[in-house]
């Protein structure tokens, strides 16, 4: 669906390869290398062991060799710039013409959202409206109607939202605003947010996060993304009286985090494929498959990684990140 | 339910996003006006008593910014409130309006409770006695 710049700049270099293969400079290139060379190398041969042989070479040979070599070279290196200058605006045009598909990339993305979610937005107030009686009294029927259809324009909201960030994310067009804070701090945070939910569920909840100051250099907001959604994932696929740990531990320069649920065990083969976009290993269950997707971007985008392990009983999600995004050593 | 006699300009170019507003804005008792681009917006400032904007910012007319900052710069609606609701989605938009002196910032689709549990919470501030 994307490109990133760099992935379009590689693809225009290879075609620029491709027709470089054909191009005619290419032969006066290396016709101009095969004429320097050959004599240059033969005289110079000549000028350090002739003296004492049998092809002993004379100064006015020399210089007339030499003359010759110059127009020769002078000839060929102005074939070699106007090849070179070919290269460089071929590169220049490939380059502006990359910057250009960002730009429609980010019309695109700012044309979807308006177009998508202002409907949404209008649909949203009249139901409010509707629901709270606002255009005229309802029945409980008509309500419960109404309700569903907000339901619903809240899931194509979070379809919208989904498909947002992942295009923003893997056309480059989101920066990391890397700040300093403590990721144990973010870690609690973000399980006693959903803490509730756990509850309901009657899950047990083990959190092994030391105390102490883990001290990272990441940007937050997106982190709280990546361990939302693999709480969220943990909620859905524990079944009830399960158990859920979250476990922080700190090694060098990295930080190992690890959560893990009592769900079922997730097929060897399929462990990679929950990383895709769109991918559910059970349809019916809520969302599209877009978290694990948008995790594993932002966690790389940190320089780490994230990857799934499963046993039977237990499944582990591992995110492997350096304190310092983007920083992998000392 | 809150008081009648606050008025509300809706700044909004969709019309029927607005009239949705309006009414949603009437059945909580305030007095909406609605104006579909920033100049008629701004002419509404001048000539009528608003107490609080909720504000588009993919305006004809200049935009949701230049009404923001005509509003700001201008003696007569400087203290206007403004909510702002938008469906753009830039890095740093949210950062931008309140620097240009948005009271609160929504992106669209958003509840209504919460928008207008913003609105009450600005225009009746709880009371300190």
């Known amino acids: ?330 | 339910m809150a008081d009648t006699d606050k008025n509300i300009l809706i700044i909004e170019d969709n019309k029927e996003q607005a009239m949705a507003l309006a009414m949603y804005a009437k059945g909580m008792k305030y007095q909406p006006k609605v104006a579909q681009d920033s100049t008629t917006g701004l002419m509404l400032l001048q000539q009528s008593k608003i107490d609080l904007v909720i504000l588009d910012l993919g305006l004809p007319g200049g935009g949701g910014f230049f009404v923001l900052e005509r509003m700001k710069s201008s003696f007569k609606t400087f203290g206007i409130p403004v909510v702002v609701l938008t469906a753009k989605i830039e890095e740093g938009l949210e950062k931008k309006a309140r620097e240009k002196g948005a009271s609160e910032f929504f992106v669209k689709p958003c509840p209504m409770e919460q928008l207008f549990g913003a609105i009450n919470a600005i225009l009746h501030p709880p009371s300190r006695h």
């Open chain 1, 1 to 330: 669906m994307a490109f990133r710049t760099k992935e379009v700049f590689e693809k225009e270099l290879r075609l620029l390869v491709w027709e470089l293969r054909d191009n005619p400079y290419r032969r006066f290139l290396i016709a101009f290398l095969l004429i320097w060379a050959i004599p240059f190398l033969t005289i110079l041969y000549l000028i350090i062991h002739g003296r004492e042989g049998a092809y002993q070479i004379s100064i006015p040979s020399t210089i007339m060799i030499l003359s010759l070599l110059f127009v020769i070279s002078v000839g060929g290196s102005v074939l070699a710039l106007k090849m070179l200058n070919n290269i460089v605006a071929k590169l220049v045009t490939y380059f502006i013409r990359a910057k250009r598909q960002d730009e429609l990339k980010s019309r695109f993305v700012a044309t979807i959202s308006h177009e998508l979610k202002s409907p949404l937005m209008t649909l949203r107030t009249n139901f409010s409206n509707l629901s709270a009686s606002f255009a005229g009294p309802i029945t409980e029927d008509q309500r419960a109607i109404v309700e569903s259809c907000q339901s619903v324009i809240d899931r194509m909201n979070q379809l919208i939202v989904g498909i947002l960030d992942l295009y923003k994310i893997e056309s480059g067009m989101v920066s990391l605003t890397l700040a300093d804070f403590d990721a144990a701090q973010l870690l609690r945070i973000q399980w006693s947010e959903i803490s509730s939910l756990f509850k309901q569920k009657k899950l047990q909840i083990v959190p092994r996060i030391p105390t102490g100051n883990f001290l990272v250099r990441w940007d937050g907001p997106k982190m709280s993304i990546v361990f939302n959604n693999l709480l969220s994932n943990a909620l859905k696929y524990t079944p009830e009286e399960g158990t859920i740990s979250i476990q922080l531990e700190s090694i060098d320069n990295f930080l190992k985090v690890e959560i893990q649920n009592t769900g079922e065990q997730i097929p060897k083969e399929n462990l990679e494929l929950i990383f895709a976009r769109f991918e559910k290993l059970h349809p019916e269950m809520e969302g599209y498959g877009l978290g694990l997707a948008i995790s594993r971007d932002i966690v790389e985008a940190h320089g780490g990684l994230i990857w799934a392990e499963s046993y039977p009983g237990k499944n582990c999600f591992i995110i492997y990140l350096p304190k310092e995004a983007g920083k992998t050593n000392g």
